[in-house]
């Protein structure tokens, strides 16, 4: 079974991580979800999911949103015990999902000053796969070097832009369209968008 862990920070764009979570669920997949507190106060505003602040009252919201899916789990960004913060337990992936530029900034700085951070710095240490989806507009010159500091240590980084060639009908369309593009990074078969020429 893959592993994956998906974060969500700050940075407008939960919807993504919230989309993601799903599908790789539905693929088989176990996730281990990691929430910033500004990720959490954002998912609030913009989605309407509202996770309560002890993490106990959270993690019941979050299994209560993911139908209490068995392979879901949400782990506490202080909880430094979760296997996700060893290299001898890396997961297949980690995707951080958005990705605000304060984060991509402490992990480019090779900090780990919480989970999150953390999980980000095991998957580059260990060759495993680091995705980096920030939602930003415009990009400073500071955001653009942390971002390429990244790239250069083997992150992928790939901003959320949807494509239109596909005629989206709704922003859920657009949704999928970026997650559907982090799921081809991760190499996970779906059918969330139309590729280029196919027909229907």
């Known amino acids: 079974m893959k592993r994956y862990v998906v974060g969500i920070t700050g940075a407008s764009g939960a919807i993504y991580g919230l989309r993601l979570v799903e599908v790789l669920l ?26 309560p602040e002890p993490f106990a009252d959270c993690q019941a919201a979050l299994r209560g949103y993911f139908r209490g899916h068995e392979q879901f789990e949400y782990v506490a960004l202080n909880d430094f015990f979760a296997p996700i913060a060893s290299g001898t337990s890396a997961p297949d992936a980690v995707v951080v999902c958005p990705c605000s530029m304060g984060t991509a900034g402490r992990i480019a700085a090779g900090l780990s000053e919480n989970q999150l951070e953390r999980a980000a710095d095991v998957a580059l240490k260990e060759r495993r796969e680091l995705i980096l989806v920030p939602r930003e507009s415009p990009f400073n010159q500071i955001h653009l070097e942390n971002l390429l500091r990244l790239s250069r240590a083997g992150a992928h980084i790939l901003p959320a832009m949807p494509g239109f060639y596909q005629h989206p009908q709704s922003v859920a369309d657009m949704v999928d369209f970026v997650v559907g593009k982090v799921l081809d990074s991760m190499k996970v078969e779906h059918q969330l968008c139309k590729r280029w020429g196919e027909t229907e």
């Open 26 to 51: 539905a693929s088989g997949g176990k996730v281990t979800l990691l929430l910033t507190n500004a990720g959490r106060q954002v998912t609030a505003f913009e989605t309407g999911l509202k996770l």
